[in-house]
């Protein structure tokens, strides 16, 4: 007796392969950014009265569309400094503020509508200087819960960008660029993503967290 049997095999997908890999690939990105940058947290922050000018910066991951991604404003062409230029949300320290970590909460929220409760902690990075605004910013590290309903302050945010964080450690994204210091002329690295061009204190904190992947880069300690 011959047994007639309908036999359906299951068809493999390179597509829903590719997308299981890239999802892996962004969770493994996150427990490894998690580990690393929580290992800051011993760093010592400064009494706020120490006369200096002060302000803080939150560097938010985000996992979407299976990639890790960092989130960047690009500060109005009218704010009174750093106009135009592509950064982390943040903004000075004010007199009520508690601690430089509530001066980056308070001033995300500003700036961008996210509420504290959607942002899980991770730690600060070393501060960094601007030259021009003379300000000591303190950066702090987190990810957020899931994509926010941003309320962009016109003020403030002239354009958000979430970048992947996988072409931070492309060599071709890299230029180095020279800016005018009064009657001076100074050499800085840039990062570039799309026309948008990142560079000053922003791309010092980028290096913080990139400079183990990124030995090609030879990143400037005065811009």
Known sequence: MIHNYNVQLMKWSPQSSHKKLHKN???NQIIR????LRSGRGLCLPKIDDG???AAVFVLFLEEYEKLRLLFIRRSLNANKHSGEWAFPGGARE???QNFLE???RETHEELGILKPEIQYWGPLEPVVTLGSGYTVWPFTGLLHHKPKLIPSPLEVSEVSFIP???FNQKEKYRDITIQRGKDLQSTVAFTHK???IWGATAR???QIFKVDNPFVHWSKEV
């Open 25 to 27: 690939h962004a969770k």
């Open 205 to 207: 904190i980028l290096n």
């Open 195 to 197: 026309g948008k061009v």
């Open 103 to 105: 001066t980056a909460y």
């Open 95 to 97: 007199a009520e503020d």
């Open 33 to 36: 950014y998690e580990k690393l």
């Open 52 to 54: 200096r000018k002060h």
């Open 165 to 167: 964080i996988d072409v």
